[in-house]
């Protein structure tokens, strides 16, 4: 697990968001144009909110895209949270050399979804990811 180290303003947006939605913000991630806070398991629900009201607030104030990622501690269904709402057919965790390996099995028509524009999705799952979890890659397949 990489070292957390989170930034005034990431602590505002925690702030921000935790008074808004009411959950159990513990991190967020910035990338470009999209911000992804991670929340306690049992919490997503409530940040997203009601017909993803707190989303689109969150989204309003910050000017950027908003996900929210549930935490877990079974690393197999944290990276499948870390994709959704697209459909995960399955996760092995393999060691290649020194590195855990997350290898993501996705069906065709997911593929270019689940890994987005230029890449945009799985570098933001990878970077949540080596936070919060002992996987250090992502790849699909």
Do not use: W, Y
Request: hydrophobic letters at 40%.
């Amino acid at each position: 697990m990489a070292e957390r180290i989170i930034s005034n303003d990431d602590m505002q947006r925690i702030r921000l968001a935790t008074s808004i939605t009411k959950a159990d913000v513990i991190d967020c991630i910035e990338d470009d144009d999209t911000i992804v806070f991670v929340v306690s398991k049992g919490f997503l629900g409530m940040a997203i909110g009601k017909n993803a009201r707190n989303i689109e607030k969150l989204k309003e104030i910050l000017k950027k895209n908003v996900r929210f990622v549930e935490m877990d501690d079974d690393e197999k269904k944290f990276v499948s949270n870390l994709f959704k709402p697209f459909k995960v057919d399955d996760v092995i965790i393999e060691k290649v050399g020194n590195k855990n390996v997350a290898k993501i099995k996705v069906s065709r028509a997911e593929k270019s979804k689940i890994i987005g524009r230029g890449g945009k999705n799985v570098r933001l799952a990878r970077m949540v990811a080596q936070r919060h979890s002992s996987i250090d890659d992502i790849q699909i397949e």
